[in-house]
């Protein structure tokens, strides 16, 4: 069964670090590509990051320079490091198994995890 | 960047009737469009893919158009499980870059 379950989330400081888990089952994370989605109290979902098959990592703006994604293909897991965090970072954060797209015909984020979620708050 | 932009923001609809959901991208994103559903307390679940392909499990009144900037879901005949929020995303493939609109509130008339 393919299944993403989603860890590490918690209070945090402005200006904190945290780390989240995202372990694999079902698949390799090292042929596929890992997002992580964060969605904010009452707002739609933001991308944030995604690591592709090859280990090439990318991010949004809003988090460049500050996460980091990351993958341990022995424990099939996928992180995401955040430091220097906002208020505005607060949310959940969901990891999604991305299929990734062909001749410009994208195949959508297929799974999600249940999510963790992330309060950035003093 | 492109925006994704969806309309209405809360569509009241009846059920057993059609709905019908439209996304338009400020910039043509071809057939890189997916749609999900997404309820209280859940993580969004693909609905649609390559804009009109249905996902695995899927139902058939679930259908999804459009290629460019103007793309539509429709749901042929609602049912008391298809009141969710409904998002459309746009991934551009270099920069690797996923947009998501701002979402569809389905609710019961």
């Known amino acids: 069964e393919v299944q993403l379950v989603e860890s590490g989330g918690g209070l945090v400081q402005p200006g904190g670090s945290l780390r989240l888990s995202c372990v694999v089952s079902?698949?390799?994370?090292?042929?596929?590509?890992l997002t992580w989605v964060r969605q904010a109290p009452g707002k739609g979902p933001e991308w944030v990051s995604v690591?592709?098959?090859?280990?090439?990592?990318y991010y949004a703006d809003s988090v460049k320079g500050r996460f980091t994604i990351s993958r341990d293909t022995s424990k099939n897991t996928v992180y995401l490091q955040m430091n220097s965090l906002r208020a505005e970072d607060t949310a959940v954060y969901y990891c999604?198994?991305?299929?990734?797209?062909?001749?410009?015909?994208?195949?959508?984020?297929?799974?999600w995890g249940q999510g963790t979620t992330v309060t950035v708050s003093s | 960047e492109i925006v994704m932009t969806q309309s209405p923001a809360t569509l009241s609809v009846s059920p057993g009737e059609r709905a019908t959901l439209s996304c338009r991208a400020s910039?043509?994103?071809?057939?890189?469009l997916a749609w999900y559903q997404q309820k209280p307390g859940q993580a969004p679940r693909l609905l649609i893919y390559?804009?009109?392909t249905r996902a695995t499990g899927i139902p058939a009144r679930f259908s999804g158009s459009g290629s460019g900037t103007e793309f539509t879901l429709t749901i042929s005949s609602l049912q008391s499980e298809d009141f969710a929020v409904y998002y459309c995303?746009?991934?551009?493939?270099?920069?690797?870059?996923?947009?998501f609109g701002q979402g569809t509130k389905l609710e019961i008339k």
């Open positions: 390559g804009a009109s």
């Open positions: 995303q746009q991934f551009n493939n270099w920069p690797p870059l996923y947009t």
């Open positions: 910039q043509s994103v071809n057939s890189n």
């Open positions: 690591i592709y098959g090859g280990g090439s990592a």
């Open positions: 079902g698949f390799n994370v090292s042929g596929n590509f």
């Open positions: 999604a198994r991305d299929l990734g797209s062909a001749n410009y015909y994208y195949y959508g984020m297929s799974v």
